[in-house]
């Protein structure tokens, strides 16, 4: 019979994991050591987390992809008109993308299962999005989850130089809603 994790310990998991999303930012080649440092735990406290660092990568992909989801259901729960929902969707993307470690933005590729459902409710929440816009009028019959995702993905993390981030993704945002809307 398995013991639930002890609440330090899923402190020490979620302070590594912030920690290695800050190191990876700043050095995508930065050492395991390096992400203990910034944690401010011992290289040994870190492998009890993860293994080796497929084991933490693949787990910063899982954190992200269930903010992106959680992100998803609250938008979903809200019941909106299919712009609002895509609007909100993408505002919230752009709001945590900082904290988003994901392959649309460069992350290894994941074939791990959890990471694979996650990303499939995501896909799903999103196309549920799009077929309500097209039901309630307010979308483009010929948008698919996949136009809202890539474009999610593109506003989602800053781009250098490009000034104050949230005012340039929003008027991203505004000129896409006009091209989906029906």
């Known amino acids: 019979m398995s013991r639930a994790p002890r609440s ?18 700043r050095d995508s080649t930065a050492p395991m050591a390096a992400v203990a440092q910034e944690a401010g735990v011992g290289v040994g406290t870190l492998y009890r ?55 649309h933005h460069g992350a290894p590729v994941t074939t791990d299962p959890e990471y694979r459902r996650l990303d499939r409710l995501v896909w799903e929440g999103v196309g549920r999005i799009v077929e309500l816009g097209a039901a309630d009028g307010t979308l483009r019959a010929d948008l698919t989850a996949r136009d809202v995702i890539i474009f999610g993905s593109l506003i989602a993390v800053p781009m250098p130089f490009a000034g104050d981030w949230p005012e ?3 008027r991203q945002i505004d000129l896409f809603l006009t091209a989906i809307r029906a």
């Open 8 to 25: 330090d310990g899923l402190a020490n998991r979620e302070k590594i994991l912030a920690a290695a999303l800050r190191t990876l930012q």
């Open 49 to 103: 987390h993860f293994r080796d660092r497929d084991a933490l990568l693949v787990a910063l992909e899982v954190r992200s992809i269930g903010m992106v989801l959680a992100m998803l259901d609250e938008v979903l729960k809200r019941g909106l008109p299919g712009i609002e929902a895509v609007r909100e969707f993408l505002i919230g993307t752009v709001r945590h993308g900082s904290e988003l470690f994901l392959p």
């Open 168 to 170: 340039v993704a929003g």
